[in-house]
């Protein structure tokens, strides 16, 4: 059965599922990541807390160098959602009853998102991210409230209430990925995924793989796409998704590449290039890059126009210090394309009475 979605509705409801994450960042150097044995642009999961605040102690010792903290994770991608003023969302998750699960819900009311989140008596999840000289992140997650995600959080009422479903890929942690799919299926949602990162990839690759043709926007690394699907080629691994799919697997500065819906090839786009001096956190650049594209697909956009529009704001992104969500040239600049493309929709309408 078809989804029920209207791509071009004014206000299409989306549904996001995923722990918001607090994420603290520190400069630092390969020789303390090597030291605290945190593995170079990885993404570790450390359940001991108290490790976890010696690493954080250790590394503000070594760097005074203050960087605000942002909210990552699901809060990450609908940041795009809400903040480009045509879409309504709300999110599932677990955080805790402390002052960075306050953080997470005051953003999201200055956002006008709707809050479904489920407070735990264990602390909100948080990701300490270490920025090397040479613009590396490598990250070292606590799940706090987080590991407490689990299938009955997972209830069938705010699915008969929205439009699209977007899927944190983190949730396969939690063994309730499937249930989601099956419910967005009852229900008629669209869907859509970012994946994790290459070794959460390989270690839930079976998991995934039954799922993956249920979902109509899937987001990756080209290295998370070449693992998923054991292909060493990234336009052969694109080619093998099922037609009605779109998928985006994205390469840093060296470009990206986008297997449209109802296209069997995929085709790359070049990236802008941005002076490595001025690059200052990389730190959430794939789900802000993720966040805008979605956003504009599901207003109906076309292809190229979502492209443009997620790579100059991947772009913008890494050059702002954290902590900025409602600033920046992105959020003018789409809404410029947005009421060019409403004034001409509405002049047309006009035109016919």
């Known amino acids: 059965m078809e989804p029920r979605l209207n791509p071009v509705s004014d206000k ?33 999961v450390e359940m001991d807390l108290e490790r976890v605040n010696g690493i954080w102690r250790s590394a503000k010792e070594q760097s ?45 009311a200055e956002m006008h998102g709707t809050s479904l989140l489920i407070k735990s008596n264990e602390p909100t999840g948080k990701a300490l991210c270490f920025i090397t000289p040479d613009h590396r992140r490598s990250m070292l997650t606590h799940l706090g409230a987080m590991a407490e995600l689990n299938k009955d959080d997972i209830q069938e009422d705010p699915f008969t209430k929205h439009e699209h479903v977007h899927i944190d890929g983190y949730l396969f942690f939690f063994g309730i990925v499937d249930k989601i799919v099956q419910l967005a299926s009852k229900n008629h949602l669209t ?16 998991t995934m793989l039954p799922l993956v043709p249920s979902i109509n926007y899937i987001f990756g690394t080209v290295n998370e796409i070449l693992t998923l699907t054991g292909v060493t080629s990234i336009t052969d691994a694109l080619e093998s998704f099922p037609m009605q799919q779109t998928v985006v697997a994205t390469n840093g500065h060296r470009g990206f590449w986008v297997k449209e819906s109802g296209k069997k090839m995929a085709a790359f786009h070049a990236v802008p290039q941005v002076d490595p001096e001025k690059i200052v956190n990389k730190t959430g650049a794939g789900d802000r890059f993720a966040g805008i594209y979605l956003a504009l697909a599901l207003q109906g956009k076309s292809p190229e126009t979502c492209a443009d529009m997620a790579k100059q704001g991947a772009a913008d992104w890494i050059q702002q210090h954290p902590g900025t969500y409602t600033e920046g040239k992105t959020w003018a600049a789409y809404k410029a394309v947005c009421d060019r493309k409403n004034s001409c929709a509405k002049s047309a309408k006009e035109a016919l009475l």
Do not use: W
């Not at 299409?12 to 945190?38: M, Q």
């Open 64 to 108: 005074k160098e203050k960087i605000p903290g942002r909210c990552g994770g699901a809060i990450n991608i609908m940041t795009p959602l809400l903040l480009l003023g045509h879409l309504e969302c709300s999110v599932i998750g677990r955080i805790g009853n402390d002052k960075r699960g306050e953080k997470v819900e005051r953003l999201l």
């Open 191 to 206: 869907t859509s995924l970012v994946l994790p990162t290459k070794d959460v990839v390989q270690m839930f690759r079976n």
């Open 12 to 44: 299409p409801k989306v549904l996001c599922i995923g722990n918001p994450v607090y994420d603290k960042s520190r400069y630092t150097t390969h020789c303390f990541l090597a030291e605290h044995n945190i593995t170079v642009s990885g993404t570790g």
